[in-house]
């Protein structure tokens, strides 16, 4: 499976953004996917995943709950990350990631594919 991600770039405190990430090399209605984030000099972390087929179930990390929507087009093979009140403190490489699974999945390491990730700066 090869994951694309685009969108990102630069946006301002309390703008918005979006995200999005293609597949292809699967059908993408079977994948869980997910949202990551590394910020300068810190480690990757959690940021959304969404479940398989109409991605009923979605889950969020505190950092962002509230603020941020994951949602899926499956006839676009996508996945998309809508970044709502942005603050300078989500300014990270976005990485999207897929698995061959049900569940919604938040762990790391559970993720077979990953994309090349993108950039996102908030300016205050």
């Known amino acids: 499976v090869q994951l694309q991600a685009s969108g990102g770039g630069l946006g301002q405190a309390g703008g918005s953004l979006r995200l999005s990430c293609t597949a292809s090399?699967?059908?993408?209605?079977?994948?869980?996917m997910g949202w990551f984030r590394q910020a300068p000099g810190k480690e990757r972390e959690f940021v959304a995943a969404?479940?398989?087929?109409?991605?009923?179930?979605?889950y969020y990390g505190d950092p962002v709950k509230g603020r941020f929507t994951i949602s899926r087009d499956n006839d676009k093979n996508a996945v998309y990350l809508q970044m709502n009140s942005l603050k300078p403190e989500d300014t990270a490489v976005y990485y999207c990631?897929?698995?061959?699974?049900?569940?919604?999945?938040?762990?790391?390491?559970?993720?077979?594919?990953w994309g090349q990730g993108t950039l996102v700066t908030v300016s205050s």
């Open positions: 990631a897929g698995k061959g699974s049900y569940r919604v999945i938040i762990r790391e390491s559970e993720y077979e594919y």
């Open positions: 090399g699967r059908a993408f209605s079977s994948l869980a």
């Open positions: 969404i479940s398989w087929g109409s991605g009923v179930n979605s």
